[in-house]
């Protein structure tokens, strides 16, 4: 059974007119859902509030007081250009850290077998003490620690297929090497990180502006794959943001659904072979309202 936590507070957040990063980004992969077939073969959950414990395990202590209490009860809070709250932002961003949390209990209980969490905002530009790129709260990073310090995992994968590099899940787990990191890129490109990083633990693939799928694919067979083979993971987390895709304003890589499929069965692959098929796969990017759900239908039905 293919798990699909979310929450109606994810669509409270309200990032200011025109932003890309809007609640019809939900809406439109729960209308795709129903018009592929796969609502009636998806378990969902509700996602729950996190704790402060969890938070707590990626993210500075005095950085999260500072979330909660920039929080408006009206009106909107910029913190940066990009970066901004509403009076529904930090129940979704809650809800957003807490899917993941409640992903990893349900795969570690067996009560589902992989998970996807489609949630807003999105996590993996989010630093240990610093909100950007439309993250306040790193929801991939919270998921991988909660399976770590609290289930006893030893070793976690997280790949990061969005076209902005994770710099904000890079920052949290670049000296923990329980930890593999593995992100691919629009590179040079916002948040300009990533492509000079030299720990062992982290796996960077820069790729030019107008790669396709198929340099995609090779680059992704070429460094990520063999390294995660290598590593073994117990658990392996997907940052899936589908911004790469080529009806996407926001880069200019030219990825297809075919290749977010293909992407899929290789990591659920890796995951058969090391780790009984343990996947946590969590929404970052994805900006067009035509590629974006069918990508991430794409996805779940390898998933499934
Ligand atoms: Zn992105």
């Not at 920039?70 to 932002?89: L, N």
């Amino acid at each position: 059974m293919l798990g699909f936590v979310s929450h109606s507070d994810c669509l409270e957040h309200d990032a200011g007119p025109c932003h890309p990063e809007c609640r019809q980004r939900l809406e439109a992969i729960d209308n795709q859902l129903l018009m592929s077939g796969l609502d009636f073969v998806i378990r969902r959950y509700d996602a729950p509030k996190v704790s402060r414990e969890a938070l707590e395990r990626v993210h500075d202590r005095e950085y999260i007081s500072r979330v909660y209490d920039m929080a408006p009860t009206d009106g909107s809070v910029e913190i940066d250009g990009d970066t901004v709250m509403s009076p529904g932002t930090l129940a979704a961003a809650e809800r957003a850290a807490g899917a993941g949390v409640l992903a990893v209990d349900l795969i570690m209980k067996a009560e589902a077998g992989p998970v996807f969490c489609a949630v807003r905002p999105p996590g993996h530009h989010a630093e240990h003490d610093q909100a950007m790129g439309f993250c306040l709260f790193n929801n991939i990073a919270v998921a991988a620690a909660h399976a770590m310090d609290v289930h006893g995992v030893e070793r976690v994968a997280i790949v990061d297929f969005d076209v902005h590099h994770g710099n904000g899940t890079e920052d949290i787990f670049m000296r923990d090497n329980r930890v593999l990191f593995c992100s691919s890129f629009q590179h040079p490109f916002y948040p300009f990180a990533g492509h000079d990083s030299e720990t062992a633990n982290l796996v960077d693939v820069p790729l030019s502006a107008g790669t396709d799928g198929a340099g995609f694919r090779t680059a992704i067979s070429d460094h990520w794959l063999p390294a995660l083979r290598k590593f073994r993971p117990q658990f392996l987390f997907i940052s899936a943001g589908f911004d790469a895709h080529v009806l996407d304003d926001m880069s200019s890589l030219a990825l297809s659904d075919a290749d977010y499929a293909w992407i899929t069965k290789e990591l659920q692959a890796i995951a058969q072979e090391h780790c009984s098929g343990r996947i946590v796969s969590m929404l970052e990017g994805g900006y067009d309202l035509t590629a974006l759900p069918r990508s991430v239908v794409a996805h779940l039905k390898e998933l499934l």
